[in-house]
């Protein structure tokens, strides 16, 4: 990896499994909401954690809690 393919990385935000707060979820098909603009998810868990912004709105860093 060279010294600027680290700096591109260091210059994202952190993924939503990194964001203090965010519930771990499951690898199954989970309902989420996000808190930035309180859209109504539902796909798998894995997907949810990788992102680093809301596919909705796009705010930044993602946080959500799970939705009933």
Do not use: H, W
């Amino acid at each position: 990896m060279s010294l600027e393919q680290v700096e591109q990385k260091a210059e994202k935000g952190p993924r939503a499994s990194e964001v203090p707060g965010n519930p771990i979820l499951p690898d199954e098909v989970v309902k989420i909401r996000c808190l930035a603009c309180d859209k109504k998810m539902k796909a798998e868990g894995s997907k949810f954690m990788k992102q680093r912004r809301c596919p909705a709105c796009k705010a930044e860093p993602f946080r959500y809690v799970t939705a009933v």
